[in-house]
């Protein structure tokens, strides 16, 4: 598990540096990361998923604290997908940034991407030899959370249903 969230990690601050490189993002010294728990910071959810003829693959949902050069603290989040050797990659959702202020996460400046993906879990397709991955959208400027289902060999939504009440 340590290798899977550290090549995430990885990745997930490549692109984001190249995005926001003006942010001189790091990481905060000794971050305790918490492995498939309910927490939604500092947390890494890891699954391992059945992809057909390719065997199995292991997608990992990362919710991480970064500090930019001014001083905030962000979250940044990002969903990935890779085999045991990590030859083979794949962004499922491509890694956003939101504000972390006393203990509670808001859109981050003019940023229009506010949400975060939490909870995944494998479900099995029907008809194929292969799952799904299912998992919570929170978006933090809306409030609201939407339970979607993806196929992850062409990053398609299968399903989705938006929770009505706000997710406070």
Do not use: H, K
Not at 38 to 56: E, F, K, M, N, P
Request: aromatic fraction near 8%.
């Amino acid at each position: 598990m340590d290798v899977l969230v550290g090549r995430t990690a990885s990745a997930m601050d490549s692109i984001l540096t190249v995005n926001f490189r003006s942010l001189a993002l790091r990481t905060p010294d000794n971050p305790r990361l918490e492995i498939n728990t309910l927490a939604d910071v500092d947390v890494a959810d890891v699954i391992s998923y059945r992809s057909g003829t390719a065997g199995v693959r292991y997608a990992v949902s990362l919710r991480v604290r970064r500090i930019t050069g001014g001083g905030d603290t962000l979250l940044a989040a990002g969903v990935m997908a890779w085999d045991s050797a990590g030859a083979w990659q794949q962004t499922i959702f491509r890694p956003t940034l939101i504000a972390l202020r006393r203990g509670r996460l808001v859109p981050y400046g003019a940023l229009r991407r506010s949400i975060f993906w939490r909870r995944l879990q494998p479900i099995s397709d029907f008809g194929f030899s292969r799952d799904n991955l299912w998992m919570e959208q929170v978006d933090v400027r809306r409030e609201s959370v939407l339970w979607g289902i993806i196929q992850p060999r062409g990053n398609v939504v299968v399903a989705a249903a938006e929770v009505e009440a706000s997710c406070r």
